[in-house]
């Protein structure tokens, strides 16, 4: 069988202001008993999504020629979006005080700049570890200060989501460069990098955004990366609290019952569900663990779930408390499996989105869940190793995500 790759969009998804119903229910609601401890007693550097132990790894088969690594470096370093290759400083983008994005990024004020510029500085910063070239690494600060120093807010429909997935780029890059470099970043530019993400990222993300579960992911995976990034305790407790809530409300599993967890401040009436759902009607059917929120909404958007708590479980592995093996961990593989079967060939049964046919591409989101389930935990996933290694190397979807086969395929580090 044939699998075409998938096509990659470069815009803001849509507002979800009006498909999906303000709830009636106070933010209160579903909250947990008691908050717990999550954060490590001692922090590991770099340690948001990859550490220096599966980045040495990824050097050695760089230095070694292997694939899929030297392919997917290879095809990083060649990776472009409209204002120039990612692994450049010579891009044409522009920074902006106030990024103003809209639905569908309309207005488009600052929105692709940024998130261009965030996913070259972690492009750049990856490629000059791997490879040993410190060009890269300069690179990446440049994009790292040219923003620090000028970005103060982000406005309109799609500000917070913009906030989440520029953020979450900008800590991962901050936090590789800090941590494995000496005297390339000048403490006055690490200063005011922090500052940004405090002031500008921070305040959008710190509590979720249960409009759909892709935002709300999205938002608290960038939260955990920078309190990782500012050695925050407390947002780290507060944020990993918040995902113990968000990840079973996102992913179904029949165990749940006839209805799926009802989103945070959210009401759990079955209409409601079923709204929140995008017209999901049943639950409680064989084969359905593993559904996503936005499933019928389309594939695209189901992903984008499942790459944030790829790297908020692998973020949580790398500070010392792996969820791989805790319901997290159930939950993300049985969305993968769940998808990916569609996705290779498996008829969708009759009770999925009221036989409305599934949209859009899966796109590059397999490969962190796919490693540590199935590579390291030895999971059998026969659907997800199949996509898996169909889309190799996988790239990135020019919003928040990217170059995952680099950094994980086949790393038990």
């Not at 600060?141 to 429909?157: F, G, P, R, T």
């Amino acid at each position: 069988m044939v699998y075409l790759r998938p096509l990659l969009l470069t815009v803001a998804l849509p507002s979800l202001a009006l498909a999906v119903p303000a709830s009636p229910v106070p933010p209160s609601a579903n909250a947990p008993a008691s908050p717990k401890a999550f954060a490590p007693a001692t922090w590991q550097h770099p340690g948001f999504v990859v550490s220096k132990p599966q980045l040495d790894f990824v050097k050695s088969q760089i230095s070694a020629k292997a694939e899929p690594w030297s392919g997917a470096l290879k095809q990083m370093l060649a990776d472009s979006d409209a204002y120039g290759k990612y692994a450049t400083a010579t891009r044409s983008s522009k920074a902006t005080a106030t990024v103003k994005c809209g639905p569908t990024t309309n207005p488009d004020i600052g929105c692709t700049d940024e998130r261009g510029d965030a996913l070259a500085a972690w492009a750049n910063a990856l490629a000059g570890y791997v490879s040993g070239d410190e060009t890269y690494t300069k690179n990446s600060i440049q994009l790292m200060n040219k923003w620090s120093y000028v970005v103060k807010a982000h406005e309109l429909d799609n500000a917070v989501l913009q906030t989440a997935w520029a953020g979450g780029s900008w800590a991962r890059a901050g936090e590789l460069v800090r941590h494995t470099t000496k005297g390339l970043w000048a403490d006055a530019d690490i200063k005011q990098f922090e500052t940004m993400l405090r002031t500008v990222y921070l305040p959008a993300v710190k509590n979720g955004e249960t409009r759909a579960s892709n935002w709300d992911l999205a938002c608290l995976n960038t939260a955990l990366g920078i309190a990782v990034f500012l050695e925050d305790k407390a947002l780290y407790d507060s944020t990993m609290n918040l995902i113990q809530q968000a990840i079973p409300a996102a992913i179904y599993l029949e165990s749940d019952g006839k209805l799926p967890h009802a989103a945070r401040g959210r009401s759990s009436e079955e209409s409601a569900l079923q709204s929140y759902w995008y017209n999901q009607q049943t639950w409680g059917n064989s084969g359905q663990s593993g559904q996503i929120q936005e499933t019928c909404r389309d594939l695209t958007h189901a992903g984008y779930s499942i790459s944030s708590i790829s790297h908020i479980l692998e973020t949580s592995r790398i500070q010392g408390l792996d969820l791989y093996s805790t319901d997290s961990g159930t939950r993300l593989r049985f969305a993968l499996g769940f998808h990916a079967q569609f996705v290779t060939g498996t008829a969708p049964p009759a009770w999925l989105c009221q036989g409305k046919a599934l949209t859009r591409v899966l796109e590059y989101i397999t490969e962190i869940g796919y490693n540590a389930l199935a590579f390291r935990l030895g999971q059998n996933m026969p659907k997800t190793k199949q996509y898996t290694e169909a889309q190799r190397p996988q790239g990135t979807n020019k919003l928040f995500y990217g170059w995952e086969t680099l950094t994980h395929a086949g790393n038990r580090a």
